[in-house]
């Protein structure tokens, strides 16, 4: 197996041998080839793949294959002398790729620890137009108080502020779903918006892949009994910046809430932030998925590239 490899140009190649060491494998890839040289990659036993920026046109493409083909591979992009913003860097994070290094010399650096989805989600730029963020660090700063319902209310300095609701979908898992939900939310986050990521998927804790162990309380099963402004309040979790709500680990795998009691928290939880993001499950028939598309104001749905019957469905 090859721990690392790098697919770059030779004008880089010597650079990056001398700050990755003698343990990686370099392929200098002639100009124009890249789509080829990443269909190839993928036949190869490696646990990451590095690609440089520099190839040349048609890298975000060549990637996406990659990704859709090695959906568990880590691939990371050297973009030399790139920053934050640049289209062709957030072209190719979009597809999934959220390692970004942008000399080879930081390149060691970030591939010695694990992926931080919230870093790399400074170089995908603006995924989503949530409006003006209120001031503050988070949604207690902004929030509305709750009526005696338990429903926030309809006026007051929030009621200027535009109240986002965004799902991701998919039609079967291991596509990436859930890592287009939570850097969306991540990314939302960097630009200070006050964001409530809802992981709706009852399948994995992918919630915990993504931003860490999120502790046993089952903050989403306790929003659900009783959706109060108080509830989701004091039900998520703080984590990298945005607000979690998911469940916890005592609650086992395979919960379905009722659609009713999702789409009342979803009312609930909308006015409270600024931006509303909802990982639901793949499941089509699946009561939660249903309540969260049908409240969204826009859905992301991930599919599978090389499966020509979700492409044709999305």
């Known amino acids: 197996m090859i721990a690392v490899l790098v697919l770059t140009t030779s004008e880089h190649a010597a650079d990056l041998a001398a700050a990755l060491g003698p343990e990686v494998r370099l392929w200098p890839v002639p100009p124009g080839q890249v789509g080829m040289a990443l269909a190839k990659a993928a036949d190869i036993d490696a646990t990451c793949v590095v690609i440089d920026l520099d190839l040349g046109e048609g890298l975000a493409e060549a990637a996406a294959a ?5 959906p568990d591979l880590r691939i990371a992009l050297l973009a030399t002398g790139r920053s934050p913003g640049d289209a062709d860097v957030a ?3 979009r597809v999934g790729v959220f390692d970004v290094a942008s000399a080879p010399a930081d390149l060691a650096e970030v591939l010695s620890h694990p992926t ?7 170089w995908l730029g603006s995924p989503v137009a949530v409006g003006s963020s209120s001031s503050g660090t988070g949604p207690a700063a902004s929030a509305p108080s709750a009526s005696a319902s338990g429903s926030p209310p309809a006026s007051g300095p929030a009621a200027a502020t535009h109240h986002r609701l965004v799902a991701a979908a998919s039609k079967k898992g291991g596509v990436g779903k859930s890592t287009v939900a939570a850097n969306l939310a991540a990314a939302a986050a ?4 006050d964001v409530l ?3 709706l998927d009852p399948d994995t804790w992918s919630s915990e892949e993504l931003f860490g162990p999120l502790g046993q309380r089952g903050g989403l099963t306790a929003a659900l009994r009783a ?14 910046g945005l607000h979690v709500l998911a ?11 009722e659609r009713e009691a ?35 104001d826009r859905v992301y749905l991930v599919v599978d590239q090389a499966d020509p019957s979700a492409v044709r469905t999305a």
């Open 262 to 296: 999702v789409a009342r928290l979803l009312e609930v939880a909308r006015p409270l932030f600024t931006l509303v993001v909802c990982d639901t499950a793949p499941a089509q028939d699946n009561p939660a998925r249903f309540a969260a598309l049908r409240a969204a």
């Open 227 to 240: 959706p109060t402004a108080e509830s989701v309040l004091t039900s998520c979790e703080r984590r990298h």
């Open 116 to 122: 931080d989805y919230v870093r790399g989600s400074v």
């Open 197 to 199: 990521y809802i992981d």
């Open 247 to 257: 469940r916890g680990r005592e609650d086992g795998l395979v919960v379905q809430p």
């Open 190 to 193: 960097r630009m200070d918006v």
């Open 66 to 70: 990659l990704r859709a083909r090695r």
């Open 91 to 93: 072209a190719v994070a």
